[in-house]
Structure formats: structure tokens, C-alpha cells
């Protein structure tokens, strides 16, 4: 990490301005000409550059630039923040909304997937636009956050719907909101009485981390529980700046979880990856996921393949305390997240299980003669918590209320339903 002091452009900026987080959105790098003043661009990089920004926009924390190697290419930090030519290559397999987050938007800038909780997007904005990034259709678009009709809009539907109780607060960046908009949101959340967990999802401890003041913590203090989500990808990310950023949260009650996404040349090694969860969990950060790299446009030089998530998990179980082993994750179009694992069952009988551990042993468990498991005669928990109630998909055979899942856009379905149409 240099010292920003080095770097000429801002050799004789105080201390107090550097450590401003407003100061640091103000003087983020957004053009090749203040690039090169800060890193030594290849002619390759400088070309790529060029071509992107025509497309692409680019903004990079100068935080961000001291963590960058000035004379290396291959700098992991330099990767994901510099655009380069291959961001322009649209593959047969891209698509521009991947999660089909905006198919299932009842309200703009707000997605219900899951039967419990939301996503709210309440800024386009973010310190640093990561070359990764897997909303890339509209990070950036505007630089600013929602308008308060778009909030309220996105509040009164959450009202509206008693069955979601968790909402998670993203973007953009959702620390990129100044603290008093963001008080108003998370206040109006706190007074929908169905809503139990607030989530952030940010990556201001890693690309900004004096965006985590004295007085944001206070504020969020009052909301609780309130649960912060961030991303670092690789360990070079967790500076002294980090760090300190990270312990205010996690002092004032605020759990930190990490999401970390596999990204191509950057950090898709296991010996990487364990000593990035080491350094989370020393910062009481948890392991949450690995994500995969998702199908957005233009980052298909990012994508590892699915085989090398799961090695990377093999290398993690069982070699590494459990609670640092994140859950590695593919997001889907539009069917959510689905995690993957490495097989450790093996085979079954109706009394054994024979599994595997992380070394490869075999090993027996014996199953119970009397395998049924009987709800209590008395028990009416399914009658007052029917959200716990599964409707769809696996669950919901093995609890009884299904006997088949069919696919709807199979020919031999169309026919029967045509034939019923035609007979009614």
C-alpha cells in the first residue's frame, strides 16, 4: 500500500480531506488522463481503457489507488477496478439482467423473489465500479440515489405484504446514501411491524472505508438488529483502513458478513481463499458465500469454471475451521441462489449412510429402525406460522402438500391444457 502523500496528484491534500469519505467521492479516478497520472498503464491497458470508457464508466477511489501496484498488471486490487477491452466482448451466453432481478420488480428498484424478504436498490451509486460487477445495466447510471417517490413507493409495497420480514438495503452501494436519507429509510422500515431484520450490503470497508464514521454507526445503532453484508475478494483488501472500519461495526453490535465473488486471475487459487477467510475471521467478519461469477455482459473473462469453486471448497472443509468455510454459490436466472458442494455422500442403504471426509476416508453412519419423524398430537405450529409453510418447489413434497412438481412449458402440459381448454 502506498502512502497517498507518493502519488503527486495528491501530495499536499491533509490528512482530515484523505480520511473524508465525501472528499474521497468528489476525487475518484473517472478518466484515462488522471489514470495515468496515478498508474503505470501498459499500452495494452491504455488501449483497453480508451475502447471501454466509450461504453463503460469507470470510478475508483483514490483509497483504492494506493492499494494498487502501479507497475503490475497482474496486481489482483489492479484487475478489478481498471476496464480493459474484454469488457466490450458480449458473449452468446451473456445476459443483461442475469438474476432477472427487474422481471421480478413489482415496484422500480425493488425485487421479490424469495417468499420473505426483499432486495430494495435505493442508489445507483458506488465508491468504485468493480469491472465484476453483476448489476453493471444500471450501476453508475445516474451516480445518485433513489428519489424519495421511488423509496416511499418501495416502503408502502413492504408495508403492504406481511409476509416479508427481512429487506436488504443494496444498490450500487447502499452506504453511498448520506446518513440522514438513509435514516429515513431504515426508520420507515422499523415501523412496518412485520419487518425483523434489516439488512446493508456495501462495499465501503473494502473501497471506502471512511465512509464508516462515528456518526453512522451511531445512527444505525438505534435501528437494531440492524446485519451488514460486504465483499472483499482478496486479501490484499483488508488494510489497517479496513480494519478499523470493520471493528466499529462489529463493536456496535452491527454482524458483518463477506461475499466474496470467483473471479478469474484474481483470486480462483485455494491457497488464496484460505488465507482471505483467515484474515476475515481475525476482523470477526464471517465467511458467508463465494459467489460465481455471474452471466452479466461483458465479464465472461472473470468466470472460472464451477469445478474450480468446488475445488476450492475441498480445500477449505476440513482443512480450516468450519464457521471460515463460506457457502459457495450460484446465483440463477431468476430461480435464486442454489449452493454447490463437493460429494461427501457416497452411497445408502435403508440403515447405512457411507460418506466421505476431507481426506478422503469412508466412513458409516447407522440410520434408526423407526425412521418416521411425527408431529406432536397437540402441535398447531403450521396453522400460526404459515410462512414456514413451504408451497413451492422440493419442500413442499416432503412435507405431504405436493405429490408432483411438473414443468408448464413441457409440450405433453401445453397439449393437456389445450385439450381441456377445448373440452370446456
Known amino acids: 500500500m502506498r502512502d497517498y502523500r507518493e502519488i503527486e496528484i495528491w501530495k499536499n491534500i491533509e490528512k482530515k480531506d484523505w480520511n473524508d469519505w465525501k472528499w474521497q467521492l468528489r476525487n475518484r479516478v473517472m478518466d484515462l488522463e488522471t489514470l495515468k497520472k496515478v498508474i503505470n498503464l501498459t499500452h495494452v491497458e491504455e488501449e483497453g481503457v480508451k475502447s471501454s470508457l466509450r461504453k463503460l464508466r469507470m470510478a475508483i477511489t483514490p483509497y483504492w489507488i494506493t ?8 496486481d489482483p486490487i489492479r484487475k478489478q477496478a481498471i476496464p480493459t477491452i474484454k469488457e466490450l466482448e458480449i ?13 421480478d420488480s413489482p415496484v422500480k428498484g425493488l425485487t ?16 468504485m465500479y468493480c469491472r465484476h460487477c453483476t448489476r453493471r445495466r444500471l450501476a453508475g447510471e445516474k451516480d445518485m440515489a433513489r428519489t424519495k417517490e421511488e423509496l416511499i413507493s418501495g416502503i408502502e409495497y413492504i408495508k403492504e405484504h406481511p409476509e416479508i420480514n427481512d429487506v436488504l438495503l443494496s444498490g450500487g452501494d447502499a452506504l453511498l446514501v448520506g446518513d440522514d436519507k438513509l435514516e429515513f429509510i431504515i426508520r420507515e422500515l422499523r ?16 473501497t471506502l472505508p471512511m465512509r464508516i464514521t462515528d456518526n453512522l454507526v451511531e445512527m444505525l445503532k438505534k435501528y437494531h438488529p440492524i446485519w451488514l453484508n460486504t465483499q472483499f475478494n482478496h486479501y490484499k483488501e483488508i488494510t489497517e483502513e479496513s480494519k478499523k472500519a470493520i471493528l466499529k461495526l462489529v463493536d456496535a453490535g452491527i454482524p458483518v458478513g ?29 465467511p458467508y458465500y463465494i459467489y460465481q461469477c455471474d452471466l452479466s455482459q461483458g465479464i465472461s473473462h ?3 469454471s464451477v469445478a474450480k469453486g468446488i475445488e476450492i471448497i475441498e480445500n477449505l472443509r476440513g482443512h480450516i475451521s ?58 398447531d405450529l403450521c396453522e400460526k406460522e404459515p410462512f414456514l409453510e413451504s408451497k413451492d418447489g422440493p419442500a413442499s413434497m416432503l412435507s405431504g402438500k405436493r405429490l408432483l412438481i411438473e414443468p408448464v412449458e413441457s409440450q405433453r402440459i401445453k397439449r393437456r391444457n389445450g385439450n381441456n381448454s377445448s373440452n370446456h
Open 67 to 74: 492499494l494498487i501496484e502501479k507497475d503490475d498488471p497482474d
Open 112 to 127: 421479490h423473489r424469495y417468499p420473505d424478504r426483499v432486495l430494495f436498490l435505493i442508489t445507483d451509486q458506488c465508491g
Open 302 to 304: 472473470f468466470r472460472t
Open 91 to 103: 458473449k452468446e451466453e451473456d445476459i443483461y439482467d442475469p438474476l432477472y432481478e427487474e422481471v
Open 258 to 286: 463477506n461475499q466474496t465473488v470467483l473471479l478469474k486471475g484474481i483470486n480462483d487459487c485455494p491457497i488464496i481463499q484460505k488465507k482471505l477467510v483467515n484474515e476475515l475471521v481475525k476482523i470477526r467478519t464471517r
Open 191 to 206: 415501523k412496518i411491524p412485520h419487518i425483523d431484520v434489516i439488512r446493508i450490503g456495501t462495499r465501503a470497508p473494502s
Open 322 to 379: 468450519g464457521f471460515k468455510v463460506p457457502t459457495y454459490i450460484i446465483d440463477t436466472l431468476g430461480g435464486g441462489k442454489i449452493p454447490v458442494f463437493p460429494n461427501y455422500l457416497i452411497s445408502m442403504s435403508d440403515r447405512k449412510v457411507i460418506l466421505r471426509n476431507y481426506e478422503g476416508g469412508i466412513f458409516s453412519y447407522t440410520e434408526p429402525i423407526d425412521k418416521i419423524s411425527n408431529c406432536p398430537e397437540n402441535c
